[in-house]
């Protein structure tokens, strides 16, 4: 018997003895040993063993997959006092069992994308910048930011003018970057707080109606089938939004998408009694919209799970219902509101939903992870049924609200591996 000892940070020699092993996209879904060396997966098998020089996890009933890896996070660069940056979101994804992020701070020119990379290179998990996709009218460089290393072209107002938005598919598709998409009508928007529907009556809020989702969704997905351009829709919230992806891929439109946990797992009424935890852009929908959501995911339509990381201070959220910032930290809440609300209830299988955090979306940003011998130990290690109560006290995040604040969520991770090293230990604690 090994005596236990901590093994943070530190590249080891390391057997995970008797975990499930999930990854779709290897085939793989089954009890066994993995055992890592030098960074790497050196063995997949059963009844594995290490030398002296190693170190043993007994990983019975617990799972493990490839590191998680979120299409979409928002930190603030440079750094200010209280709020978001890199290092801090990155110690928040290496808590929820993300081992890759690609993170959006407003970077629109190649000397930020260079300095958030060189912050990044003192990151817990790798971090992948997006770039601005427009400069007022202007359409940026998507060349010369590629090289500074811009992984993704991402405009969080959204782009109003179809011109200008088609232009923005020809670049993205010259330069072979990969467009996400955050499709929302202001003009429909106007002041509203809260999707159109039953609650919204109750409440006598301004209003958000579906269509300013799927309006815009719509229109992008035909400028992409006319531009032949690839499209990535982030955010998706709505069933009309749903249904009209569903429809496009059906006629070949290069079109994917993606949502959030708190979209598929809490409708609006969460705001009754004024809770401005949870005012989140875009807004809880109805339950027509969650049912939508959930089979979307079932059936394919909706292609990844993003964390929506965006992290709102204290004093953005103590406040009135109409003056409250939207958003919430939800890196570490991603994979266990997941695991709640599609596998305990019978929406998805275990598999699926790892694929749709992990695999799914490295493909989208190019990355290489697997489950498979060679592979860099980027890896997640969790227990698919511990039953933890959320508190955003708790969090590592800067940010520390969230619309599950209170309530029980069924799954935590255990350990996050980057390269080989252990990042983060059961959830951040």
């Given at each position: 018997?090994?005596?236990?000892?901590?093994?943070?940070?530190?590249?080891?020699?390391?057997?995970?003895?008797?975990?499930r092993?999930?990854?779709?996209?290897?085939?793989?879904?089954r009890?066994?040993?993995?055992?890592?060396?030098?960074?790497?997966?050196?063995?997949i098998?059963?009844n594995?063993t290490?030398?002296?020089?190693?170190?043993?996890?007994n990983a019975?009933?617990?799972?493990l997959?490839?590191?998680l890896?979120?299409?979409?996070?928002?930190?603030?660069?440079?750094?200010?006092?209280?709020?978001?940056?890199?290092?801090s979101?990155?110690?928040?994804?290496?808590?929820?069992?993300?081992?890759a992020?690609?993170v959006?701070?407003?970077?629109?020119?190649?000397?930020?994308?260079?300095?958030?990379?060189?912050?990044?290179?003192?990151?817990s998990?790798?971090?992948?910048?997006?770039?601005?996709?427009?400069?007022?009218?202007?359409?940026l460089?998507?060349?010369?930011?590629?090289?500074a290393?811009a992984a993704?072209?991402?405009?969080?107002?959204g782009i109003d003018?179809?011109?200008?938005?088609?232009?923005?598919?020809?670049?993205?598709?010259?330069?072979?970057?990969?467009?996400?998409?955050?499709?929302r009508?202001?003009?429909?928007?106007?002041?509203?707080?809260?999707?159109?529907?039953?609650?919204?009556?109750?409440?006598?809020l301004?209003?958000?109606?579906?269509?300013?989702?799927?309006?815009?969704?719509?229109?992008?997905?035909?400028?992409?089938?006319?531009?032949g351009?690839?499209?990535?829709?982030g955010?998706i919230?709505?069933a009309?939004?749903v249904?009209?992806?569903?429809?496009?891929?059906?006629?070949g439109?290069?079109?994917?998408?993606?949502?959030?946990?708190?979209?598929?797992?809490?409708?609006?009424?969460?705001?009754?009694?004024y809770?401005?935890?949870?005012?989140?852009?875009?807004?809880?929908?109805?339950?027509?919209?969650?049912?939508?959501?959930?089979?979307?995911?079932a059936?394919?339509?909706?292609?990844?799970?993003?964390?929506?990381?965006?992290?709102?201070?204290?004093?953005?959220?103590?406040?009135?219902?109409?003056?409250?910032?939207?958003?919430a930290?939800?890196?570490?809440?991603?994979?266990?509101?997941?695991?709640?609300y599609?596998?305990?209830?019978?929406?998805?299988?275990?598999?699926?939903i790892?694929?749709?955090?992990?695999?799914?979306?490295?493909?989208?940003?190019?990355?290489?992870?697997?489950?498979?011998?060679?592979?860099v130990?980027?890896?997640?290690?969790?227990?698919?049924?511990?039953e933890w109560?959320c508190?955003?006290?708790?969090?590592?995040?800067?940010?520390?609200?969230?619309?599950?604040?209170?309530?029980?969520?069924?799954?935590r991770v255990?350990?996050?591996?980057?390269?080989?090293r252990?990042?983060?230990?059961?959830g951040?604690?």
């Amino acid at each position: 018997m090994r005596k236990k000892r901590s093994f943070l940070g530190v590249l080891m020699k390391l057997l995970v003895k008797g975990a499930r092993l999930i990854s779709a996209a290897d085939g793989l879904d089954r009890t066994g040993d993995l055992l890592i060396e030098d960074g790497k997966i050196a063995a997949i098998g059963e009844n594995l063993t290490v030398d002296e020089s190693g170190e043993e996890l007994n990983a019975a009933g617990l799972c493990l997959g490839t590191g998680l890896v979120d299409l979409f996070a928002h930190a603030t660069e440079p750094q200010e006092e209280n709020v978001e940056d890199i290092l801090s979101l990155s110690a928040a994804a290496a808590a929820g069992g993300y081992t890759a992020v690609c993170v959006d701070t407003g970077a629109h020119t190649a000397e930020q994308i260079q300095y958030i990379r060189e912050r990044g290179e003192y990151a817990s998990c790798d971090i992948l910048p997006a770039v601005k996709a427009t400069l007022g009218r202007e359409l940026l460089n998507y060349g010369e930011l590629k090289l500074a290393g811009a992984a993704a072209v991402y405009d969080d107002e959204g782009i109003d003018n179809p011109l200008r938005m088609r232009d923005v598919m020809f670049r993205a598709r010259k330069h072979n970057m990969l467009l996400l998409d955050r499709c929302r009508d202001r003009r429909l928007y106007r002041e509203g707080i809260i999707r159109e529907g039953q609650q919204a009556l109750l409440l006598e809020l301004p209003i958000i109606p579906a269509s300013a989702e799927s309006t815009v969704v719509a229109r992008d997905i035909i400028l992409a089938k006319e531009s032949g351009s690839p499209l990535h829709i982030g955010h998706i919230s709505t069933a009309g939004a749903v249904e009209v992806v569903r429809l496009a891929k059906a006629q070949g439109v290069p079109v994917t998408c993606s949502t959030e946990p708190h979209y598929f797992a809490l409708e609006s009424r969460e705001l009754l009694g004024y809770n401005t935890l949870a005012k989140l852009d875009p807004p809880l929908g109805t339950p027509e919209d969650i049912a939508a959501l959930r089979a979307g995911l079932a059936d394919g339509t909706i292609d990844c799970i993003a964390s929506g990381h965006t992290p709102v201070t204290a004093a953005g959220k103590y406040r009135s219902l109409v003056t409250a910032e939207s958003g919430a930290s939800s890196l570490e809440t991603a994979l266990s509101a997941a695991l709640t609300y599609l596998y305990h209830n019978g929406a998805m299988p275990l598999a699926d939903i790892l694929h749709r955090m992990s695999a799914a979306p490295a493909a989208l940003l190019g990355l290489d992870i697997g489950l498979r011998v060679g592979a860099v130990a980027d890896l997640v290690l969790f227990d698919p049924d511990a039953e933890w109560v959320c508190e955003g006290k708790s969090f590592v995040s800067q940010g520390k609200n969230t619309p599950f604040e209170g309530k029980t969520l069924r799954g935590r991770v255990t350990y996050t591996l980057k390269s080989g090293r252990i990042l983060a230990k059961d959830g951040g604690q």
